[in-house]
């Protein structure tokens, strides 16, 4: 069952001058009855309230999220605009894509948006149970739902110009356990080993496609 926590009484389809209001969104980890790394997503969600609407979040996320009483895992969903904020707990399973195919692309993503039009649409001939990995001016950037590592000369390396800057990347980042470099291709194809990681999955590795 899918618990909601409104906190404001507005809905996000508020019509504005601007038009439809821009919605954000967070993923968050709920497992083992604690929230998992929530001060990357609080540093996210005040980076894009700053960047995008030029003031301070008015949202804590430590006050606003109510971890379920029961220890399954769960994706904490956070959708909120410059005003208005809701919080879902959806029960989590976690589902990994074992294979994946390179897709060129042109557009940007550098917030978390809730519509990921532009994603899906680039995805829209992909196979079943494939995963996106976008190309951007012959670099690898993102899959369709997380950050990407190559182990290249036994370093994990991770795209320094990456779709969205994921919470677990930035986490991997100051722990130095990943370097930032210029992924072309080739150097993809060539790696000793990928990973895809996210909030939710954490870091994986997957075979190297041929």
């Known amino acids: 069952m899918i618990q909601v926590n409104d906190i404001s009484l507005q809905t996000f389809l508020k019509v504005s001058k601007r038009g439809i209001a821009l919605k954000l ?13 929530l001060h990357y997503h609080q540093q996210r969600l005040q980076r894009s309230y700053h960047e995008l609407f030029s003031t301070q979040a008015p949202f804590h996320l430590k006050e606003l999220i109510k971890v379920p009483k029961d220890h399954q895992s769960y994706r904490c969903r956070v959708i909120y605009d410059q005003e208005n904020i809701s919080i879902e707990y959806i029960p989590y399973l976690t589902t990994l894509k074992q294979s994946y195919e390179l897709i060129e692309i ?21 196979k079943k149970d494939c995963e996106a990995v976008f190309v951007k001016n012959d670099l690898i950037t993102d899959t369709s739902i997380a950050n990407v590592a190559c182990l290249i000369n036994n370093q994990w390396l991770t795209p320094k110009k990456p779709l969205l800057r994921g919470t677990t990347r930035e ?37 190297i496609s041929t």
């Open 171 to 207: 986490r991997l980042l100051d722990e130095k356990k990943l370097i930032l470099a210029d992924i072309s291709v080739k150097d993809f194809k060539n790696s000793d080993k990928i990973a895809f990681f996210n909030a939710l999955t954490g870091f994986y590795e997957l075979p």
């Open 25 to 37: 969104l967070e993923t968050i980890l709920i497992r083992d009855g604690k929230v998992h790394y």
């Open 106 to 126: 042109d557009f940007d993503y550098t917030h978390k948006y809730l519509n990921r039009d532009c994603i899906n649409h680039a995805m829209k001939n992909l």
